[in-house]
């Protein structure tokens, strides 16, 4: 098991505390400096240890607070692709059966299953095979879908991993997403819980979702609660997802994790859904988050919202678990 180092990451008791109010701190007063990384590392260790030795079934009360912290408020998750959502928050989403799924970037042409792949298909075939993997996966969680139909990188000729690509990226989505998140936030007349992709690994079109969010935090911030989500398989790489983590901390200051524990049969059962971008059977370890615990989770990061109004913040540190 890879363990990631965590800088300023945030400590949530899962479920202890009312819809995107404060759960559990470590280090959290007033004029307080960051902890080394390192430093951070080791308190992660203490406390999952500790939790490890707690007696049989004492997460699954927590795993249900969390789940009614959020059952009575709007639920929107932001999905790059047709299947992030699924492989990051699938196991939550499904708990949770409601919600609003939107997906950013949905014309392309990658499909990995080794069938799929020798058959060659038209961009519209494989839209049409996407489009369907991901109908049933909404159906299953009880998800409405909205569609910003944007162009995957291949078809702007580009790679995935160029970078250069971003500002273009960002300019395909921005107006488009803003505009239907603030209809959204008009029906609803309640805030939303906004999950948001992390940014993890070199992928432009995850990195444009996450940065046209942030750009747009102060804009957005009456209407929102933000959850910046542990995309997988990304998270299983801990530099990549440290990194993600560091930048998120750069631009929206001290975040709080959350942890909610998905059992990997039903997990597994959800990811299979999106046969096209499987090679083989969804591999355990690919689809956990390179960090503790090391039961089967998600996990997403919330910034503290008085941060966002540009208050002077203070370190918040340590693990999670549920």
């Excluded at 992030?84 to 950013?104: E, M």
Aim: charge should be neutral; proline fraction near 7%; hydrophobic fraction near 45%.
């Amino acid at each position: 098991m890879i363990l990631g180092l965590h800088d300023h990451e945030g400590v949530s008791h899962a479920g202890n505390a009312p819809f995107g109010a404060p759960i559990f701190r470590v280090g959290a007063r007033e004029g307080c400096g960051s902890l080394h990384p390192i430093e951070s590392c080791v308190i992660e260790t203490a406390f999952t240890f500790a939790r490890l030795v707690e007696p049989a079934g004492a997460a699954a009360p927590c795993r249900a607070a969390l789940l009614e912290s959020f059952r009575h408020h709007p639920v929107i998750a932001l999905s790059p692709h047709f299947d992030d959502a699924c492989f990051s928050l699938g196991g939550f989403l499904k708990a949770l059966g409601h919600g609003i799924l939107i997906n950013l970037f949905t014309h392309g042409r990658y499909v990995v299953q080794p069938r799929l792949a020798r058959a060659d298909l038209t961009q519209d075939a494989v839209r049409y095979v996407r489009d369907k993997e991901d109908r049933a996966f909404a159906i299953a969680c009880g998800l409405v879908r909205h569609d910003l139909e944007c162009e995957e990188p291949v078809l702007r000729r580009r790679r995935p991993g160029e970078m250069a690509g971003l500002a273009d990226d960002v300019g395909q989505i921005e107006d488009r997403l803003l505009a239907l998140l603030f209809a959204l936030a008009a029906e609803s007349g309640t805030p939303s819980a906004l999950f948001v992709p992390l940014g993890i690994g070199r992928h432009v079109n995850h990195r444009a979702a996450t940065e046209t969010i942030l750009r747009n935090l102060a804009r957005l911030q009456p209407f929102f609660e933000f959850y910046f989500y542990e995309e997988l398989p990304y998270a299983s790489n801990a530099f990549h997802r440290m990194a993600a983590l560091e930048r998120l901390h750069h631009r929206a200051g001290p975040v709080r994790r959350h942890v909610f524990t998905a059992p990997w049969r039903e997990k597994r059962a959800l990811i299979g859904l999106y046969q096209s971008q499987l090679r083989g059977s969804p591999s355990f370890f690919r689809f956990h988050p390179a960090a503790f615990p090391l039961a089967a989770h998600e996990a997403f990061w919330s910034p503290e919202q008085k941060n966002i109004k540009g208050e002077s913040p203070c370190s918040i540190i340590g693990p999670a678990w549920s």
